[in-house]
């Protein structure tokens, strides 16, 4: 069994989009492959809910980089799903030349300088959803987001472009905060997957009885489920880390940044290795609830970081 996380979705599995099955086939032969991340959705969340059904009344726009092309959502996100990946507040954003431009340079970087983050995306997303805030809702708006319940499809707005999460934001929009920020999820994606492909939690462990790992740099929140995590939240956020720190120190290393860029990047670096680590030590303590794939994937995230 590899100690990293799966890079490829296993042919012939649950998630293989191409696989012989009577609804994955009948919406490939009418042409609507755009829709079929909603067939898993339902039969993940066992609603009932006709997902796929509902989500052929999305256009979308294919956005094509390096020869991979990926659905850009448009038109009204149907009720049902926006409420069942928590997106009851948001609405899809209007297409416009400045976000085409923005998307296409942020997949662009990742296909030219980041080739092995540019695969995790090619495997791993399929349809990109734009979204930006409801009117009148006030509350902060994500960043980027993912849900388990719907593979292959990520979730970012505007504010991707200036902020790399937790704590770095730019006034100065950059298509490589928005690019780091599609790397995030599409890895969320692949970790999800993994997980539901191979035992990597010991039986019986629960996120709902789970020990909790206090997170000191999201004390300031205000939530109190972002100030102390789960351990599966914990080994996803460690997984993410151990990719994106890899993203911001190529991108140190090299000479196209901007002085704002480089600036970001560093902050975000340096902040990203200390929260990694620290959740490496925890997650290690608490290494017990994890099966024995489990440890090996947390002896290889050891590996990684501490070639850091």
Not at 260 to 282: H, I, K, Q, V
Request: hydrophobic share 40%; glycine share 6%.
């Amino acid at each position: 069994m590899s100690s990293t996380i799966a890079a490829r979705v296993p042919s012939g599995s649950f998630f293989d989009l191409t696989r012989s099955d009577p609804e994955l086939t009948r919406l490939r032969e009418e042409g609507a492959e755009s829709v079929l991340p909603f067939v898993l959705m339902g039969r993940i969340l066992r609603s009932g809910t006709p997902y796929a059904e509902q989500a052929r009344a999305l256009r979308s726009e294919q956005v094509t980089v390096a020869g991979v092309t990926f659905d850009w959502f448009d038109a009204e996100l149907p009720r049902e799903i926006a409420d069942d990946i928590n997106l009851a507040n948001y609405r899809i954003v209007e297409h416009t030349e400045e976000r085409r431009t923005a998307l296409t340079a942020a997949l662009d970087r990742l296909s030219l300088v980041h080739p092995e983050g540019f695969e995790r995306m090619r495997e791993f997303v399929r349809g990109l959803l734009w979204m930006g805030l409801e009117p009148g809702v006030r509350a902060s708006s994500l960043t980027s987001s993912s849900d388990p319940a719907l593979p292959y499809v990520i979730v970012f707005s505007d504010k991707a472009r200036h902020h790399i999460p937790p704590n770095t934001v730019s006034p100065q929009p950059s298509s490589l905060f928005l690019a780091e920020n599609l790397l995030h999820e599409g890895t969320h994606q692949s970790i999800a997957l993994h997980i539901h492909q191979h035992q990597v939690f010991a039986d019986g462990y629960s996120s709902a009885s789970s020990p909790k790992i206090e997170i000191a740099w999201r004390a300031g929140q205000g939530v109190a489920r972002n100030q102390a995590w789960e351990i599966d939240r914990a080994f996803h956020a460690t997984c993410v880390y151990s990719q994106l720190l890899r993203f911001r120190r190529t991108e140190l290393d090299r000479d196209d940044l901007t002085a704002g860029e480089r600036a970001s990047f560093r902050s975000a670096y340096d902040e990203g290795l200390l929260a990694a680590r620290y959740l490496m030590r925890e997650l290690e303590n608490l290494a017990g609830h994890f099966t024995p794939h489990g440890t090996e994937l947390l002896a290889g995230l050891r590996q990684q970081l501490d070639q850091l």
